[in-house]
């Protein structure tokens, strides 16, 4: 007998998996891992007493960290934080792209000034709007390029005062500290480093990310608040995960979900990262093509 | 063997016969990102097989797939119990969706709130199309024991998704007929 639900579950499933193949490099990632993880047990086997005394004394000071490939949260976070700082310091180049396909964001922060670059797609390999914003101490330029209309856009303005992370932290705060796109990239790994420091990210274990077996932090905060209409509940869910051998962001997600009394509204974002030396070729990707016979416009749209 | 043979011969088997198994584990984790991850898991795991397997290496992968998947499920169980904690006993747990399946796949979508073993047992039935003696080998249990979990998990599929049973039937002839 075969029913309805069972027809569509098969209909359903064929349908999510149609057309995906196996990407190739699959089974040399594996290999890499499975290495890696067995010089990182053979490392950690060769320092146990010192590692066993440092995790006790740390573990100390964090309560109930969890403990993950041998080391407390707090270390986890640690090196985290010093690892933004050094790829920061190296002037590296974050580039984050959507696991869905439909963005692509570079942040650069070097000694003569800042660029980002975010790149929408309007189907995969097709891009929809192009936005880039170049800053030096004197001025500030952001192009944009549309490629429904074919028209771009070009505005250079005085260079205003960059957005500065918060000199206090804002651990008290019952908003979370949101990883989302900002035009400072101090700004934006400030808030990384914040929502470490704060301790709002708790250790979920390790998982899967482009091969590599990345620690999970996770931080799930709720508001909420009072309206005439009633109460709204804002939640929103942050994970972090990091590589365990560069302590470096390598995805990160954040979920936001509002539940009213009549109406939910829910939206996401997931992106990988990854950090780029800024050599030539990288920081070319930083510059906002313009394509021939784009029109240029005076107004954005 | 060298490793560099072995990787090129477990590419050459991933190209050719992978995708079956790529589709199993994206039902079983409910996105593509996670089905590919779950897949390399599994390579991981049985990686000191590979080479002293002979025949078909298919089987040892699908094990592996699904032990893992498995207990990755019980830890996200362990976690979704803090986080009730957390959120108080009244605010409800939804799966972790980021990178998840078409939101129109309904059905699909449900599958994640199945308990594991209910779903591997319809994956096991429904995707690959195994007979429930087949499946009980992959899972490690009796054949009843999947007879019981899938009845049970598509019965929760119908109560989730609102299709009654009595207004779906379609007789088809034998129960329990999985196909691709």
Request: glycine share 8%; proline share 5%; hydrophobic share 40%.
């Amino acid at each position: 007998m075969s029913t309805e639900l069972e027809d569509r579950l098969r209909w359903e499933m064929r349908e999510v998996t149609a057309g995906v193949r196996v990407p190739p490099g699959l089974a040399r990632r594996a290999w890499r891992n499975r290495r890696r993880r067995i010089m990182t047990r053979a490392t950690a086997a060769a320092g146990t007493a010192a590692a066993v005394a440092a995790a006790l004394v740390v573990a100390g000071t964090t309560g109930a960290s969890r403990d993950v490939g041998g080391h407390t949260t707090a270390y986890i976070v640690k090196q985290a934080e010093s690892a933004l700082d050094t790829a920061w310091a190296a002037n590296d180049i974050m580039y984050l792209r959507a696991t869905d396909g439909t963005a692509e964001r570079w942040f650069y922060l070097g000694p003569q000034g800042s660029a980002n670059r975010f790149e929408v797609f309007s189907a995969p390999g097709q891009p929809g709007m192009d936005i880039g914003v170049a800053a030096t101490p004197a001025s500030r330029t952001i192009t944009w390029v549309f490629y429904r209309t074919k028209t771009w856009w070009r505005m250079r303005q005085a260079a205003a005062p960059a957005p500065q992370p918060a000199a206090q932290k804002s651990c008290s705060s019952q908003i979370p500290v949101s990883l989302d796109v900002d035009e400072s990239p101090a700004v934006l790994v400030a808030n990384i480093r914040e929502a470490l420091a704060c301790g709002q990210l708790t250790n979920e274990g390790t998982q899967y990310v482009n091969g590599v077996a990345a620690i999970k932090l996770v931080s799930v905060h709720i508001l909420r608040v009072k309206l005439r209409a009633g109460t709204i509940t804002i939640t929103t869910r942050t994970t972090l995960w990091v590589d365990p051998a560069s302590y470096l962001p390598v995805r990160w997600a954040e979920d936001w979900r509002v539940t009213g009394r009549t109406r939910i509204v829910r939206t996401s974002v997931n992106e990988d990262v990854e950090w780029l030396t800024p050599t030539s070729a990288n920081l070319a990707q930083l510059a906002v093509p313009i394509p021939p016979g784009f029109r240029q416009v005076s107004q954005p749209g | 063997m060298t490793a560099d043979r072995l990787v090129a011969r477990l590419e050459e088997f991933l190209a050719e016969r992978g995708e079956p198994l790529l589709h199993a584990a994206i039902l079983l984790t409910g996105s593509k990102e996670g089905g590919e991850d779950l897949l390399q898991a599994a390579l991981e795991r049985t990686w000191r097989r590979w080479r002293a397997i002979e025949g078909d290496p298919e089987g040892y992968l699908r094990r592996a797939m699904y032990n893992l998947a498995a207990d990755g499920w019980r830890r996200q169980r362990r976690w979704r119990a803090r986080l009730a904690l957390l959120r108080g006993a009244h605010d409800g747990i939804e799966p972790d969706r980021s990178g998840q399946v078409d939101q129109r796949d309904e059905l699909v979508r449900l599958l994640l709130r199945l308990p594991p073993g209910q779903r591997a047992a319809i994956v096991l039935r429904y995707w690959d199309g195994l007979s429930e003696a087949e499946a009980a080998a992959v899972l490690g249990c009796s054949a009843s024991t999947v007879r019981s979990a899938t009845a049970r998990g598509l019965r929760r599929l119908r109560e989730l998704s609102g299709i009654t049973a009595a207004a779906a039937v379609r007789s088809t002839g034998q129960g329990g007929t999985a196909q691709r």
